[in-house]
C-alpha cells in the first residue's frame, strides 16, 4: 500500500523551502494543491509502475498550478522526493539535472511521461 502526503505536510514543504531561501511566503491557490493530491491518490494502483506515474502527477502539477506565490519548483521536487522516500525509493540527480527538469516542466517542455522516465532513472529502491 503506498504512503502519501497530506495538505498539511506539503505547505511544511513549501515553507520549510521558503525560510531557506528568503522568498516571499504564502498560499495563492490551494484549491489547485488539494486538486492534485486527490489526483494522485485516486490514480489507479499500488505497484511500483503506478508510484513513478503518482510522483510525476505530484511534480507536474504543483509546478504548473502554481498553488503558492513563490517555490513552486522547489516544493514540487521536495514532494515528490519525499513521496517517492516514504514509499521506499530515494531520489538522487545533480543539481544541474534538476534545475533542467523543473525549467523544462514549467515551460511546458517535459510531458509526464519524460517526467516519469526521469524520475525512475533518478531514483533507486531503498
Known amino acids: 500500500m503506498l504512503k502519501y502526503l497530506s495538505k498539511g505536510q506539503v505547505i511544511l514543504i513549501h515553507d520549510?523551502?521558503?525560510e531557506s531561501f528568503s522568498k516571499e511566503?504564502?498560499?495563492m491557490n490551494l484549491g489547485n494543491l488539494e486538486a492534485t493530491l486527490e489526483r494522485v491518490e485516486s490514480y489507479r494502483g499500488n505497484d511500483t509502475e503506478?508510484?513513478?506515474?503518482?510522483?510525476?502527477?505530484?511534480?507536474e502539477r504543483i509546478i504548473l498550478g502554481h498553488p503558492f506565490i513563490d517555490g513552486n519548483k522547489r516544493t514540487?521536487?521536495?514532494a515528490a522526493?519525499?513521496?517517492?522516500?516514504i514509499n521506499n525509493r530515494?531520489?538522487?540527480?545533480?543539481?544541474?539535472?534538476?534545475?533542467?527538469?523543473?525549467?523544462g516542466i514549467a515551460k511546458?517542455?517535459?510531458n509526464r511521461f519524460s517526467i516519469k522516465h526521469w524520475l525512475e532513472k533518478h531514483s533507486k529502491k531503498t
Do not use: M, T
Request: aromatic share 10%; glycine share 2%.
Open 81 to 85: 522526493r519525499i513521496f517517492l522516500q
Open 76 to 78: 514540487a521536487y521536495e
Open 108 to 110: 511546458s517542455k517535459k
Open 25 to 27: 511566503k504564502g498560499e
Open 90 to 103: 530515494s531520489l538522487s540527480a545533480e543539481e544541474d539535472e534538476v534545475i533542467n527538469l523543473l525549467v
Open 16 to 18: 520549510k523551502i521558503i
Open 50 to 59: 503506478a508510484l513513478f506515474w503518482k510522483a510525476s502527477i505530484l511534480l
